[in-house]
């Protein structure tokens, strides 16, 4: 299954660290202007995976932002992911926006059909619209060549507003991976995870700790390291005791972190190696990948 891909190559690279690829043109290096947006963006990408290649195991392409950069901007999305694909990395796409069942099946169609202009592994889809907007992704996953990662938890600050709320004696997003779970009755890798898995905030530790004991096949895809209380320690929660099952998405920090460090940017290659092997040493202070 493609999930074990995923986890075979954390095990290679002993580094549960996944590429985000999300940007506005104001978080570019200055100097990858003024080509076109599009264009200095999918530069900034290509040249982000050619230095990570054989250092993170996955990168994660946000559909939203090339689109809203225009026609040019879908066109070097594809460039991209099919960069991406071909330096090695597990992928895995921002679904375009879904918004009822019909949209869920026309994007499973496209993205996990044959020859699709959008390749990649794993797809992240909501679940606050219900099942019949997950079901058009499942026949890819029980084929065995995709995944999907379900949106149950989010690192943004009002989520607990409605992601927290107490529903029949559960949290709403508990309930969710409730739903995600029965999804993936059935569907289970060599590693013993499904190609089902799901997208948690890495600043809800207690929520990562209950995740992980109560749904120990599921995936899971911590997303929003970097933010306010999504440390390593709080993401290792969601792994196993063997340091399976679960991989941390660097967000922003990777892509901006000359910002972070008040560079010019002409160096933010090197600064986003730096964030990573940060990323990498405290992730290995609190688990040991076997």
Not at 55 to 82: D, M, Y
């Amino acid at each position: 299954m493609s999930i074990d891909v995923l986890q075979e190559k954390i095990r290679k690279t002993k580094c549960p660290v996944m590429l985000e690829l999300s940007a506005s043109v104001s978080e570019l290096p200055p100097h990858i202007l003024p080509q076109t947006a599009a264009e200095g963006y999918a530069r900034v990408c290509r040249e982000l995976l050619d230095a990570l290649k054989g250092v993170v195991p996955a990168v994660r392409v946000s559909f939203s932002s090339f689109a809203l950069l225009g026609a040019e901007g879908i066109t070097q999305l594809t460039a991209v992911l099919k960069y991406a694909k071909r330096l090695g990395y597990y992928v895995t796409l921002d679904a375009p926006e879904i918004l009822g069942s019909r949209a869920a099946q026309r994007t499973a169609d496209v993205v996990f059909g044959a020859d699709s202009p959008f390749p990649c592994d794993s797809l992240i889809v909501l679940s606050y619209l219900g099942t019949d907007c997950v079901r058009p992704f499942l026949e890819g996953c029980k084929t065995g060549k995709k995944d999907i990662f379900v949106v149950i938890r989010t690192a943004n600050r009002t989520a607990p507003e409605l992601q927290d709320l107490r529903s029949g004696g559960r949290l709403v997003h508990i309930a969710g991976a409730d739903l995600v779970n029965r999804c993936a009755e059935g569907l289970t890798g060599k590693f013993g995870y499904s190609p089902v898995g799901i997208l948690s905030a890495a600043n809800a530790p207690d929520s990562l700790r209950a995740l992980r004991e109560k749904y120990p096949r599921l995936f899971l895809l911590v997303d929003g390291y970097g933010a306010v209380g999504a440390n390593a320690k709080n993401c290792a929660y969601a792994f196993d005791k063997l340091g399976h099952g679960a991989i941390v998405c660097g967000g922003g920090s990777i892509l901006r972190a000359w910002q972070q460090a008040e560079s010019d940017g002409s160096d933010y290659i090197q600064q986003a190696q730096l964030c990573v092997e940060r990323m990498k040493r405290n992730l290995s202070r609190y688990i040991t990948i076997l």
